[in-house]
T-cell receptor, first 113, second 111 residues
Framework: AQSVSQHNHHVILSEAASLELGCNYS??????LFWYVQYPGQHLQLLLK??????LVKGIKGFEAEFIKSKFSFNLRKPSVQWSDTAEYFCAVNVGSARQLTFGSGTQLTVLP | DAGVIQSPRHEVTEMGQEVTLRCKPI?????LFWYRQTMMRGLELLIY????????DSGMPEDRFSAKMPNASFSTLKIQPSEPRDSAVYFCASRDRGEQYFGPGTRLTVT
């Protein structure tokens, strides 16, 4: 079965710092990749997704992610974080024709003002 | 569209009681998913439906949990009897063109 690893459990940054959150998956076939964000007390919202095509994907709120197939990775980046980016970030994958998502354990991002 | 709607938003109940969580997916979405989120286990898929038919319930923890989708606009997740370890946030999501849209969740506390 596929799995998703997010190695950073808690990241603390100051405003304007650059962000990169790691995501690795274990599956050699066709994958669809997602990053979701969960603000405190709220539901998950989609930041960006990759299905095919350009491996550099741009999402909402200035986030982007790069799919590197050879590394089984889909890292999330933002050049300059804001205090309002404080949230938990989840990487997710679905494999082939499967409809369900497998989520990583999440990374809690705290941005200090 | 109002998005995925879940009710209640908060539920506090005593151990042994029956709990029913409700979900209304986004109109036109043909997949519906139930997830559970806890600090210890993260986000877990419990069950999902396609066109009202359960496709994969392998994530349902035990027989105390059951889910139904009687029509395209309504699903329930029932726990009977409830136990303190069922305390979690339960999310419903519906899917369109590969993307899942999550509801606000039901925070369940079993005392």
């Amino acid at each position: 079965a596929q799995s998703v690893s997010q190695h950073n459990h808690h990241v603390i940054l100051s405003e304007a710092a650059s962000l990169e959150l790691g995501c690795n998956y274990s599956y050699g076939g066709t994958v669809n990749l997602f990053w979701y964000v969960q603000y405190p007390g709220q539901h998950l919202q989609l930041l960006l997704k990759y299905f095919s095509g350009d491996p550099l994907v741009k999402g909402i709120k200035g986030f982007e992610a790069e799919f590197i197939k050879s590394k089984f990775s889909f890292n999330l980046r933002k050049p300059s974080v804001q205090w309002s980016d404080t949230a938990e970030y989840f990487c997710a994958v679905n494999v082939g024709s499967a409809r369900q998502l497998t989520f990583g354990s999440g990374t809690q991002l705290t941005v200090l003002p | 569209d109002a998005g995925v709607i879940q009710s209640p938003r908060h539920e506090v109940t005593e151990m042994g009681q029956e709990v029913t969580l409700r979900c209304k997916p986004i109109s036109g979405h043909d997949y519906l998913f139930w997830y559970r989120q806890t600090m210890m286990r993260g986000l877990e898929l419990l069950i999902y439906f396609n066109n009202n038919v359960p496709i994969d319930d392998s994530g349902m923890p035990e027989d105390r949990f059951s889910a139904k989708m009687p029509n395209a606009s309504f699903s329930t997740l029932k726990i009977q009897p409830s136990e303190p370890r069922d305390s979690a946030v339960y999310f419903c999501a519906s899917r369109d063109r590969g993307e899942q849209y999550f509801g606000p969740g039901t925070r369940l506390t079993v005392t």
